[in-house]
């Protein structure tokens, strides 16, 4: 199995053990209960369904270019570079990552509550994660349009900010809070737009925008979009007479 295909499921799976080491530690100092862990939360807390409903549309949107980027990797692998395909899986543990901190309000509660880690260090350390990041790919980034993810990260540094300098303002918080969590989701929005087309771009093999090429992953012969079915039909039960 390539290395960085082990890479991501030992990273997942360390994700998912963090996080139900983390809802252990709530059930066993009695913060939770075990039904409540279960239940949804407006079922629980005994709120409109629609409470939240800004934050978990982001969360959507999080997920989506984590999905798309780990099926291109996945499925395009013995067309792309290894370059690419790093940058693919490299990008949907990012997107993956930052799906879960919203999630789960990791920065803001979690990772003080359980680990007594700062807000402030859990964002350095993803800015640190982020430009390596951006220094390894910068030659498949440039090679994109990346002014959509650009875009993103202007979004996202302006909505911290704001929350930063929010007092000093002379705005109320109801206003702060607008125009903080409106960047942020805007960002998310950009963010995920930017790694659709990226991957999209992969798969045809230019982009249209930009007028900049890639090695196209899917066969001249076929198009995305079949390609894209019959990968996902490969070797299934459907697919046999």
Same mark, same amino acid.
């Given at each position: ?23 252990m ?58 370059r ?31 680990? /007594? *880690?700062?807000?402030?260090? +859990? $964002?350095l350390?993803?800015?640190?994660? %982020? !430009?390596?990041?951006?220094? #390894?790919?910068?030659?498949v980034i440039?090679n ?9 990260? /202007? *979004?996202?540094?302006?909505? +911290? $900010? ?5 007092? %000093? !303002?002379?705005?109320?918080? #109801? ?36 007028? #900049?090429?890639f ?23 459907i697919?046999?007479?």
């Amino acid at each position: 199995m390539p290395r960085t295909i082990v890479l991501f499921i030992t990273t997942s799976v360390s994700a998912c053990t963090v996080l139900f080491c983390v809802g252990m530690l709530a059930v066993t100092s009695n913060e939770l209960s075990i039904a409540q862990m279960m239940r949804d939360a407006a079922t629980t807390a005994q709120i409109h369904p629609l409470y939240g409903l800004l934050s978990n549309l982001g969360i959507l949107l999080w997920s989506v270019p984590a999905s798309i980027c780990l099926f291109v990797a996945i499925a395009a692998r013995p067309e792309i570079t290894d370059r690419t395909f790093g940058f693919l899986l490299s990008s949907a543990l990012i997107s993956g990552w930052l799906m879960i901190d919203d999630w789960f309000l990791f920065h803001e509660d979690l990772a003080r509550r359980y680990f /007594g *880690l700062e807000e402030k260090w +859990i $964002l350095l350390l993803f800015m640190i994660v %982020f !430009l390596l990041y951006i220094l #390894k790919f910068r030659k498949v980034i440039l090679n994109t349009t990346y002014s959509i993810l650009v875009t993103a990260i /202007g *979004l996202f540094s302006t909505s +911290i $900010l704001v929350d930063s300098v929010g007092g %000093f !303002l002379n705005l109320s918080w #109801k206003h702060v809070l607008f125009i903080e969590d409106a960047l942020k989701w805007l960002g998310i929005c950009f963010w995920c737009a930017y790694y659709v087309h990226v991957a999209y771009q992969i798969l045809v093999g230019t982009d249209k925008v930009s007028g #900049k090429h890639f090695p196209r992953a899917v066969p001249s012969n076929q198009t995305p979009e079949g390609w894209v079915i019959q990968k996902l039909l490969l070797k299934s039960d459907i697919t046999k007479p």
